[in-house]
């Protein structure tokens, strides 16, 4: 079992910058691939960005790409999503998830979700 905590969210103005962090305990937190996600209202969870546990490459969607950097320290358990200029549109609860399967973090069929934390951004 893996248990994810997401921090950081808050209120933001466009353009600005904000961190999120996801505190994982349980397993061997290393071993798992760790994504965020992010469901605006009255959308479906989408995709954000990923980082792979054996290689630490990195992925993001196409509309983050150039603003924001996932991140992972695995001494501390904890994998970060930096956003720089934001923008409205970036409003969304945001989710963190772990796999250790590529394909399933990808297709966001994950074994483990954390709670989410609301991310505002005003125009």
């Known amino acids: 079992q893996v248990q994810l905590v997401e921090s950081g969210g808050g209120l933001v103005q466009a353009g600005g910058s904000l961190r999120l962090s996801c505190a994982g305990s349980?397993?061997?937190?290393?071993?798992?691939?760790m994504g965020w996600f992010r469901q605006a209202p009255g959308k479906g969870r989408a995709f954000v960005a990923a980082?792979?546990?054996?290689?630490?490459?990195?992925f993001y969607a196409d509309s983050v790409k150039g603003r924001f950097t996932i991140s992972r320290d695995n001494a501390k358990n904890t994998v970060y999503l930096q956003m720089n200029s934001v923008k409205p549109e970036d409003t969304a609860v945001y989710y963190c998830?772990?796999?250790?399967?590529?394909?399933?973090?990808?297709?966001?069929?994950?074994?483990?979700w954390g709670q989410g934390t609301q991310v505002t951004v005003s125009s």
């Open positions: 980082i792979w546990w054996m290689s630490s490459s990195t």
């Open positions: 998830a772990a796999d250790r399967s590529t394909r399933s973090l990808l297709a966001g069929t994950v074994d483990y």
């Open positions: 349980g397993r061997t937190f290393s071993n798992y691939n």
